[in-house]
């Protein structure tokens, strides 16, 4: 799994108030935050093929939840982290994702044809041109976070931990060698200690990554930065678990269901290898170990709790 560093940092107390939380309004203000950011670095590139930046485009806006980047802000927040220098890493971690959510339709993977409602990248561009789609994302989310500028506001080695930690989670130790763990278990029978590798490996490592980068580039180590980076992989894990669980039931909340893979291959997923019943003892399981993890910051991780919370409620509570 993927380690904290302990180093020593100062906290100041930014941080929104549990009894103060309004979720909703939390939500939309970092999305409408994010998306500003994501359009002025993918809003044109003045070279280039145009169906490209069309394709792109399709991938990020208008996107989805933005649990990714709203995470990069929160936890960055919770160590007094000012949103214009989280910005950058909160759109590169959103831009990982869109990518890898480009990828994961095609044929070649989950052969899906739609994504968020809409036909998939594939379905509209094409397989090439999908391809590069995804391609074009992951590396710009790396040059977005290797701007020179970006050195006036932080230091360079901040910046080359916060490219480690990216490139680690999109790699072969995470979501890339997830995304093979988890075609490797098409139609096998895998036990629950498989799954929930692949759901570390998937999706866990960019959810951890993008709390773990909001922290440090806010300056959190020690103990602090290991607790939130708990927080990190155990919601990730969780959120796999409630999208399966929302998968198998049909499509509420979030999930996808008829969106699932139409070829009907058999996915390492929990609810089909422990059943349903299990599948949401975990999910509390791993809730409560969020809220242990967030315990130490008191009333300061009101938005990290209540994102939390929100992904339980599609499942636990329904
Ligand atoms: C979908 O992630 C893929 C999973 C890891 C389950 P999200 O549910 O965060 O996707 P969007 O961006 O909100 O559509
Ligand atoms: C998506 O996992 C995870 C990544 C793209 C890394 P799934 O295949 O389970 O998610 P959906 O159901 O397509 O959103
Ligand atoms: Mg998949
Ligand atoms: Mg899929």
Redesign the pocket.
Known sequence: MLHCQRTFSAVSMKAPTVSSFDLDAYLGKQSRLIDEALKSHLGQFPAGSQTLFAALHYGVFPGGKRIRPILTLAAGELFGGEPKILLPFACAVEMIHAY??IH??LPAL?N?DLRRGQPTAHRVFGEGMALLAGDGLLTEAFRIISAPELLEQLSAAKLLNALHQLSYAAGVCG?VG??AFDLEAENRTVDIAAVELIHAR??GALMHAAVRLGAEIAGAGGEELESVCRYGENFGSAFQIA?DIL?AQGGTGVG?GAE?GRNEKRKATYPAVAGMGESRARLRELLNRCDEALAPFGARAAGLKAIAAHVAGRTVYT
């Open positions: 890898s959510l994961d339709d989950d899906d979501l997830g995304q998937k999706t999208d998968d996808k699932s």
